[in-house]
């Protein structure tokens, strides 16, 4: 089955600068990846889809990447903020059609 | 807005009690999920349901089960309640047959097994 590996470690960046997260996956190519969100005592909240065949996506300051020779993932947040501080979660497709397997999760906090 | 609400925030159970967990939706989705989420391991599937009476087993489904006897609302049954139990449980709702769909998650019940 899919695994999905996101550095556990927490990323701690300075307000301004741009926060790279990373998400490796192990077997098969997935046909996509998703990203979320998720704040302390919260579910999770979508924020990005990319295709297998899509290089680059971008949403106002998020911008995700997909390098299928590497297997990876990255998530950038340009001018972080404060408010970008959060568990942001890498998902991939799982067992079956209507699956998703899920990373551990990156903790990014901002300061200000 | 998707809205997906659960049972409880928190709850405290002593072992060996038979639990339930309530998720319920208003957006008419199909698919419905439970997870578990513990530090250092992430969300993992339980169960989910893609139809009203069906459900397929996740990742971890032993000592869990559950119910879909409406199609808005989810139940996940610990049937005697453990301590490794102990968890946040999060319950999602997808739609489509296809797995392009982002999941939308419910607030999370905080449970305690003592």
């Known amino acids: 089955s899919q695994k999905i590996e996101q550095n556990s470690e927490a990323l701690n960046i300075q307000e301004g600068k741009t926060a790279t997260l990373t998400c490796n996956y192990t077997?098969?190519?997935?046909?996509?990846l998703q990203w979320y969100r998720q704040d302390p005592g919260r579910g999770p909240v979508f924020l990005l889809l990319?295709?297998?065949?899509?290089k680059e996506k971008r949403k106002e300051r998020l911008k995700v990447t997909f390098d299928t020779t590497l297997k990876q993932s990255l998530f950038h947040i340009t001018a972080s903020q404060p408010a970008d501080s959060a568990t942001y979660l890498c998902?991939?497709?799982?067992?079956?059609?209507?699956?998703?397997?899920f990373g551990s999760g990156t903790q990014l906090t901002v300061l200000p | 807005d998707v809205k997906v609400t659960q049972s409880s925030r928190y709850l405290v159970k002593r072992t060996g009690e038979k639990v339930f967990l309530e998720c319920v939706q208003d957006m008419d989705h199909e698919n419905m999920f439970w997870y578990r989420q513990d530090p250092g391991l992430g969300l993992r599937l339980i169960y989910f349901?893609?139809?009203?009476?069906?459900?397929e087993k996740g990742d971890i489904p032993e000592g869990y089960s559950v119910s879909r006897e409406k199609k808005e609302r989810f139940s996940l049954i610990l049937e005697s309640a453990s301590t490794n139990q102990t968890s946040m449980y999060l319950c999602a709702t997808c739609h489509g047959a296809g797995n392009y769909n982002e999941q939308f998650f419910g607030p999370g019940t905080r449970l305690t097994v003592l």
């Open positions: 349901s893609y139809d009203v009476k069906m459900k």
């Open positions: 990319i295709r297998e065949n899509e």
């Open positions: 998902a991939s497709p799982g067992r079956s059609a209507r699956q998703l397997t």
């Open positions: 077997n098969y190519s997935p046909a996509y």
